[in-house]
Nanobody, 125 residues
Framework: QVQLAESGGGLVQVGGSLRLSCAAS????????LNWYRQVPGKERELVAK???????HYLASVEGRFTISRDNGKNTLYLQMNSLKPEDTGVYYC???????????????????WGQGTQVTVSS
């Protein structure tokens, strides 16, 4: 039901910067977790950055200190600022949102997960 759309990817040289955006069709304020993943052909998709509703963040060790995840609830948009880019940062980046609620006459935990279509980031040497 909730749709996500990434933008901002492109070709950049080593040491350059890019800012990825993920626009949501619905409110992101109620999401428990907002995330950025990336995938390289032949490799498993990996978590790059996570932003919890508590505003706590987590980063993949290789990007810590260079990438920053943030959100704008008013614009229903998630961002990933990427600085000092390296060739190994190349890949398709996906935004992801997770919502967990407890509902029903007999309490049941319901988990909803949403994905964007991905945006290509290429870092040249």
């Amino acid at each position: 039901q909730v749709q996500l759309a990434e933008s901002g990817g492109g070709l950049v040289q080593v040491g350059g910067s890019l800012r990825l955006s993920c626009a949501a069709s619905g409110s992101i304020a109620e999401m428990n977790s907002l995330n950025w993943y990336r995938q390289v052909p032949g490799k498993e998709r990996e978590l790059v950055a996570k932003l919890l509703s508590s505003r706590v963040t987590h980063y993949l060790a290789s990007v810590e200190g260079r990438f920053t995840i943030s959100r704008d609830n008013g614009k229903n948009t998630l961002y990933l600022q990427m600085n000092s880019l390296k060739p190994e940062d190349t890949g398709v980046y996906y935004c992801n949102a997770v919502r967990v609620v407890v509902a029903g006459p007999v309490p049941k935990t319901l988990r909803s997960e949403y994905w964007g279509q991905g945006t290509q980031v290429t870092v040249s040497s």
